[in-house]
């Protein structure tokens, strides 16, 4: 592909250094070796230095400032990719056209990576049908890191303990705490916000919306913000505890709900396994970091929801798509997104949640 090779200039006696047999058209960026073609850039003998080369890249972008959907996650990652897939586009490679381009690096010179339109533009006609070839057969999750949830974060509890002194030090919770969602400012006690009292199938609504957040935020792998309107749609969607009461009478039946409304969606794609993973995820959500912290995953939880939902009652109607967006970007027919008035009730639900869980939540 154009953007990884970097043209040299021809020379009778310079051969390809990898099958020996053509001169040598471009020279590997990372070590330096002349080679005259795609397949013997990703050749055995310079597989190391090629895969090297772009996992450097594609993590090089990955800790960069989280973006926009349109941006690094679905652009860059796909594209610094491209060479090492199995497309074919060694054709349009040799065209005169395609050598004459500068490299990618440089035709992104001063491009916002965030604009994925510009970028599209920057892209020879090969790269496009290149990305367009792993879009289309959905080859991606292999460039993307496994995301770790923050609420796998665990302060276990030492054998002796000295009475009267906390097992952990404060800056080792204040770490932690600082990896997790904020907490909705000014939570109130429920008893202060209703005289009713909570049935106790409350916190088994609690736990049905707590698979709903985990398995939706593993689904997107930490970035459900990028993709708020389908991400809220599908919490809605899992947990029917969002809109009204349950009544569930057991923790296992609450999760059983999540699961089965989750493998029957065609909205996303789950099995078994992830099922499975959401029940131990809400376990350790429901644990907090510590044993005397055993509210602060729960309350960063609903806390990160209530975020989710706020940001779509508050934001405009979406602007007009560029062509990158237009070719990439159409909705999913099968989520049904949820209108501003939906978000609100959501909301409502999720403060009695916040509430209940600040005043009861130490003996659920």
Request: proline share 4%; net charge negative; charged share 30%.
């Amino acid at each position: 592909m154009a953007s990884s090779l970097n043209s040299v200039d021809p020379d009778p006696i310079s051969l390809c250094k990898l099958c020996l047999m053509k001169k040598a058209k471009y020279v590997c960026p990372r070590c330096g070796t002349p080679y005259c073609s795609v397949n013997c850039y990703k050749s055995e003998d310079h597989l190391d230095c090629s895969e090297a080369f772009y996992q450097e890249w594609i993590e090089g972008e990955l800790k960069g400032n989280k973006v926009s959907l349109d941006g690094k996650k679905k652009m860059m990652e796909i594209l610094n990719r491209i060479s090492n897939e199995d497309v074919t586009f060694d054709e349009e490679l040799d065209s005169d056209d395609e050598e004459s381009l500068p490299d990618l690096s440089e035709r992104l010179a001063g491009i916002d990576i965030n604009d994925s339109d510009k970028v599209w533009g920057k892209l020879s006609v090969s790269e496009q049908a290149a990305f367009k070839e792993l879009v289309k057969t959905g080859d991606i999750s292999s460039l993307i890191p496994a995301w770790e949830p923050w609420w796998l974060q665990r302060i276990n509890k030492p054998k002796l303990v000295e009475l009267d002194k906390d097992f952990f030090s404060e800056a080792e919770l204040k770490d932690i705490k600082n990896k997790c969602p904020l907490h909705y400012k000014k939570i109130k006690l429920l008893s202060e916000i209703t005289k009713i009292k909570p049935s106790h199938c409350v916190s088994f609504d609690l736990i049905n919306i707590l698979g709903s957040y985990s398995l939706t935020v593993r689904y997107y792998n930490g970035n459900h913000f990028d993709f708020p309107e389908e991400a809220a749609a599908i919490m809605h969607k899992l947990s029917k505890s969002l809109t009204y009461p349950q009544k569930f009478v057991s923790a296992e039946i609450a999760l059983d709900a999540v699961g089965l409304e989750a493998l029957t969606y065609n909205g996303i794609e789950v099995n078994e396994d992830d099922v499975k993973l959401m029940k131990t995820d809400v376990k350790r959500i429901m644990g907090g970091p510590s044993s005397n912290n055993s509210t602060y995953y729960m309350l960063s939880s609903l806390s990160d929801m209530c975020k989710l939902f706020s940001n779509i009652t508050c934001s405009e109607s979406q602007a007009a798509k560029g062509k990158f967006s237009t070719i990439f970007f159409n909705p999913d027919p099968d989520i049904d997104l949820l209108k501003k008035n939906d978000c609100k009730i959501v909301l409502q639900r999720l403060k009695y949640f916040l509430s209940w869980v600040l005043e009861y939540g130490n003996s659920s």
